[in-house]
Nanobody, 115 residues
Framework: QVQLEESGGGLVQAGGSLRLACAVS????????VDWYRQAPGNQRELVAS???????NYADSVKGRFTISRDSAKNTVYLQMNSLKPEDTAVYFC?????????WGKGTLVTVSS
């Protein structure tokens, strides 16, 4: 059974940093199969960061230069390093895995950035 579990969210002041982790169990995956999304209150879920098949990454314009997605294959975990956080980064962050045509989601972790 494929499961995704996010961790690392919390309350941080503007300008601070957090590192989110997405632990994947029940399957192995390619780097480009896991993405990070976020959803702020009243907003649609948006794609924040995704790995590519070449090992690089794509980012939403709003987070470019501040967020970095990475993977620890030995731990089957994908990370989202978030620096220079802004109040508008406040949201629930979800990791997402697409494998075999099936979409898997974690339950999310809340990030709150105070001004």
């Amino acid at each position: 059974q494929v499961q995704l579990e996010e961790s690392g969210g919390g309350l941080v002041q503007a300008g601070g940093s957090l590192r989110l982790a997405c632990a994947v169990s029940g399957t192995i995956f390619w780097f480009n199969a896991v993405d990070w999304y976020r959803q702020a209150p009243g907003n649609q879920r948006e794609l924040v960061a995704s790995g590519t098949s070449g090992g690089s990454a794509n980012y939403a314009d709003s987070v470019k230069g501040r967020f970095t997605i990475s993977r620890d294959s030995a731990k089957n975990t994908v990370y989202l390093q978030m620096n220079s956080l802004k109040p508008e980064d406040t949201a629930v962050y979800f990791c997402h895995l697409l494998k075999g045509g099936v979409h898997y989601w974690g339950k999310g972790t809340l990030v709150t950035v105070s001004s």
